[in-house]
Structures are given as C-alpha cells and as structure tokens.
C-alpha cells in the first residue's frame, strides 16, 4: 500500500497539492454558495462542504506517489460525496487526472486496472451526474429527457476520455520506466560478464606462465641435482636459468595480478617474436623442440592470433615437458586465411592420466576465442595438439573444439 518515494519527490507533490488547494479553494467556495444543491441547507454547510471535497481530492493527489491505492479510494470517496450533496463539478477534480496517472504509473497491477476501471465508470457516471442536473431547466418532459441524454452522452465523453488519457500517460510513463529499468539491469549483466571475462582471461594467463615456468624449473632443478657432482659447471648453468625463468614468471605474475586488482586493460602481451624464447627455454629444459615452419607468414598477423598461437605452443611444450619423453615435434603452417599448428610429442605411459586437465581447457578456449577450433588427443604412442585458427575473421562464439 505504501511505496518507497524520494524525499524530494515527495516534497514537491506536497507542494504542488498545496498550491492546487488554493488556487481551487476559492472557486470551490463560491460554487458551493451558488450551488443547485437540494440536499445541503443552509447554504454555509454547502459552502464548507465544497472546501473539504476540494482538500480531500488534492490531499489523495499529494499521496498519489506515495500510496496510488489509498489515493484512488479517496478521490472515489470525495467524488461520490460531490455527487450525493449535489454539487456541480470544481476545479479542484482536475485533480482526479493525477491520481489516475499515479496509479497507471507507480501502482501494482491490481491498483492500474482499477484507475483503468474508474476511468471508464467515472466518465460514465460524471455524464449521467450533469446530464440529471439539467433537470428542470425546461417545461417540457420530452425535451428535459432530450436534454438529459445529449448532455449525458456528451458530457460522458468528454470526461471520460479526458480521464482516460490521464491513465494512458501514466501507462506510458510506466513503460518508459520499466524499459529504463530493464537497460540498466542489461547493462549490469554486461558489465559483470565482461568483468568474469576479464578473471576467465586472467587466470587462464596466470595458468600459463606459472604451469609453464615451474616446468622449466623443475626440469632444470632436477638436472642441476644430478650434474652438481660429476659436472659442476653445467649445475650452474641449471641454475643460471631457473633464476631467469623465475624471473620472467615473477615479472609476468605481478602484471597480471596489477591488472586483477586495479582492473586496467592488457599489459604486453606475447607475440611471434617471442617464440624463440619460449624453444629456447624449452630446450634449456632438455627438451628439444624440432621446430618446422612451412609455409611462412605472408604479412604480420593479427594480434590475437599471435597470442594464441603463442599461449597454445606454450601449454603444449609444458605439458611435453610434464608427461613427454624425448623430443617434441611443432609445426606451424601459415596459409592466407588461417595459420595451422600442430604439436607431437612422445609421452609417457605412466602420466597419460594427466592429460585432459586445465592446460587442454585452455588451448581450446584459446582457440575458441580467435573463431577456432583445437583438438588434442592420444595418437598410438604420441600426444598431439592439432588448432587451426583463423585469420582474418571474427572471433565466432560457439566455435566446434574436441
């Protein structure tokens, strides 16, 4: 029954109903004194009668924000009392367009059919109430029963649209609110899933460089451990390159975790360049990557596919490094719509259980998100991740990945 209003809005509702009350007070008065009314003698109680009429229909307008429900009944009320005491119409009613309005606009919809309802019937019996005070204003009953009718009929009308355009604007502010509601409440869902994009992309970057790094790492840590007693020197050469791994993954940890906290875009990111770095790190791991690119780049491509191609080889290589045994066999094939990658390596019988994991997830969505497609399976005694992404298109969403 009671709505939650801004205080300013409520304030200026009040205000409004205040001045309405004056400006209409008076005139009020004055039909009351003139009034034809036969039922309200003498003539002061008709008089103080058209004053509270006129307070209670500018009070229900005040609330019409507030409670549309209770402002309704009232109006009702104050009009009915208008009619029961015989009193011709005020300029205080103009004041029932409001409070149609509010229930259009703010009410539930129970109270908007109901302002919808009261328009119809209002204007029905706002016709019928002038067209019976005509009565007796000519000698003839067949022209007083004339009489009647056109002025009901025409009187209805008039009323009775008036009061249902009244109801229609608040039905169409009603709708222009709801519209806004529903934009604004599309655009915090955009937000917020652009902003669970962001985390997906982040942790799927921080996957990659940690998961990566520790594999270098670890290979490097566990050749370093068998070499310190017989060849001191390539220990430290083990060591030279963990602190360098360790330091890249540091370097790129905090970048991502910059972005993560102050929500800032893309730092650098990985391009074709940097795969030389990436077979070097690889190799330094003991690993040799046999690396065969047929046919080459026929210009610079695109960015994001750079960064795929780049994120793609990289979780490969880790997972050769991981669960592969021997060397690992990448090819890039580079065509004028799309570029071809492929990575084998000879894995382990031990850990083929690993596979499947986060790592493959993120290859396919990877590929997914440049509009490819990505596959990575078991192949006799090799593992091999095969993606095909293209170049020159729009990333697809729903892009086919096994």
């Known amino acids: 029954m009671i709505r939650s209003v801004p205080r300013r809005w409520l304030v200026l509702d009040i205000v409004g109903s205040v001045f309405g009350f004056l400006v209409t007070a008076p005139l009020a008065f004055i039909m009351g004194a003139g009034s034809l009314s036969v039922w309200l003698t003498p003539e002061w109680l008709a008089m103080t009668t058209s004053v509270v009429i006129s307070a209670a229909l500018w009070g229900a307008a005040a609330i019409s924000r507030l409670s549309p429900a209770i402002a309704l009944a009232v109006a009702w009320g104050a009009c009915l009392l208008q009619m029961l005491a015989g009193l011709p119409p005020m300029a205080s009613n103009i004041a029932v367009f409001a409070v149609l309005f509010a229930t259009a606009a703010w009410g539930s919809r129970k109270v908007l059919w ?32 004339v009489r009647v009718l056109l002025v009901a009929a025409l009187m209805g009308s008039v009323v009775g649209l008036s009061l249902a355009l009244s109801w229609g604007a608040g039905l169409l502010w009603r709708q222009v609110v709801r519209g806004r509601e529903t934009r604004d409440a599309q655009l915090r869902a955009e937000a917020t899933a652009a902003e669970e994009a962001e985390r997906v992309r982040i942790a799927r970057d921080m996957h990659d460089v940690v998961a990566h790094s520790l594999a270098v790492v670890i290979a490097q840590a566990d050749g370093a451990r068998y070499a310190a007693a017989s060849d001191p020197q390539i220990a430290q050469e083990a060591l030279g390159t963990i602190a360098q791994t360790a330091r890249g993954a540091l370097s790129d940890v905090r970048m991502l975790l910059t972005q993560l ?54 979780e490969a290589l880790t997972n050769a490094l991981r669960h592969g045994t021997g060397g690992v066999d990448v090819r890039l094939s580079w065509w004028a719509d799309a570029v071809d990658v492929t ?24 590929a997914q998100l440049v509009g490819g497609t990505l596959q990575a399976e078991r192949d006799g005694d090799e593992f091999v991740v095969n993606a095909r992404l293209p170049i020159g298109s729009s990333p697809r969403s729903g892009s086919g990945v096994s």
């Open 114 to 145: 109901a302002g919808g309802i009261s328009a119809v019937v209002g204007g029905v019996l706002a016709g019928l109430y002038i067209g019976v005070q005509q009565i007796g204003l000519t000698q003839s009953l067949v022209s007083e029963g």
């Open 261 to 314: 906290r102050h929500r800032q875009g893309d730092g650098p990111q990985p391009t074709l360049a940097d795969l030389e770095t990436l077979f070097a790190q690889v190799r330094q791991a003991g690993v040799e990557p046999r690396v065969t690119v047929d046919p080459m780049p026929p210009g610079e491509p695109p960015a994001a596919i750079q960064l795929a191609v780049y994120r793609i080889l990289q």
């Open 343 to 366: 990575v084998s390596n000879t894995v382990d019988a031990s850990k083929t259980a690993t596979f499947g994991g986060h790592g493959v997830i993120g290859m396919r969505e990877r």
